[in-house]
């Protein structure tokens, strides 16, 4: 099974920000497999980034992803007072099917 | 517009049954999606269940040791959730969700179930 780790496991930041969310994989994973979501205190997740690059659907594109292999990051160009939630990295794979990380809090400073 | 809905009971006894269903609205649900349960534990993360597709295939999590049971019914445009055995740790919101091409892209609003006698 491939482990997930982000980091770091709360990010205290001001609006304007840059923030950048690390997520390693325990074993290579294909960057079509690695997906961002956002999630909100009572809200289900949202998806915002496939494919380790694509922002789905209504994503605004201050949010971004990249990497590959094991390292794969989801940059926040500036931070918009309704990004700061939790982020979670989530791959595609053999069962289970999908695991997630264990989040990055993204907070206010 | 693809929209989830969960229902079932919020409270649980130990060693019983956890029975949830998922209501599918805005597409078929023998459209080429999976269809799948995550729960999320109080005050942590998320772990994907299982899922289900039109045609009965299914794949579950190891980690459940063979207590989960995901089911569809085509004629209600539904899917539910059995999970037998549970305990406190079993306690958690559980979503109904649907994935296209490696991601989980449409969540249901999520329903509380606290294992507790």
């Known amino acids: 099974e491939i482990v997930l780790t982000q980091s770091p496991g709360t990010l205290s930041l001001s609006p304007g920000e840059r923030a950048i969310l690390s997520c390693w994989a325990s074993?290579?994973?294909?960057?079509?497999?690695l997906a961002w979501y956002q999630q909100k205190p009572g809200q289900a997740p949202r998806l915002l980034i496939y494919?380790?690059?694509i922002r789905a659907t209504g994503t605004p594109d201050r949010f971004s992803g990249s990497g590959s292999g094991t390292d794969f990051t989801l940059t926040i160009s500036r931070l918009e007072p309704e990004d700061f939630a939790v982020y979670y990295c989530?791959?595609?794979?053999?069962?289970?099917?999908?695991?997630f990380g264990q989040g990055t809090k993204v907070e206010i400073k | 517009q693809v929209q989830l809905q969960e229902s079932g009971p919020g409270l649980v006894k130990p060693s019983g049954t956890l029975s949830l269903t998922c209501a599918v609205s805005?597409?078929?649900?023998?459209?080429?999606?999976?269809w799948s349960w995550v729960r999320q534990s109080p005050g942590k993360g998320l772990e994907w269940i299982g899922e289900?597709?039109?045609?009965?295939?299914?794949n579950y999590n190891p980690s459940l040791k063979g207590r989960v049971t995901i089911l569809v019914d085509t004629s209600k445009n539904q899917f539910s959730l059995n999970l037998n055995f549970v305990t406190a740790a079993d306690t958690a919101v559980y979503y109904c969700?649907?994935?296209?091409?490696?991601?989980?892209?449409?969540w249901g609003h999520g329903t509380l179930v606290t294992v507790s006698s």
């Open positions: 494919g380790a690059v």
């Open positions: 989530q791959q595609y794979d053999s069962p289970p099917r999908y695991t």
């Open positions: 074993q290579s994973v294909s960057s079509s497999y």
């Open positions: 969700a649907t994935s296209s091409t490696f991601r989980i892209d449409y």
């Open positions: 805005g597409v078929s649900i023998s459209s080429g999606r999976w």
């Open positions: 289900i597709f039109h045609d009965w295939n299914t």
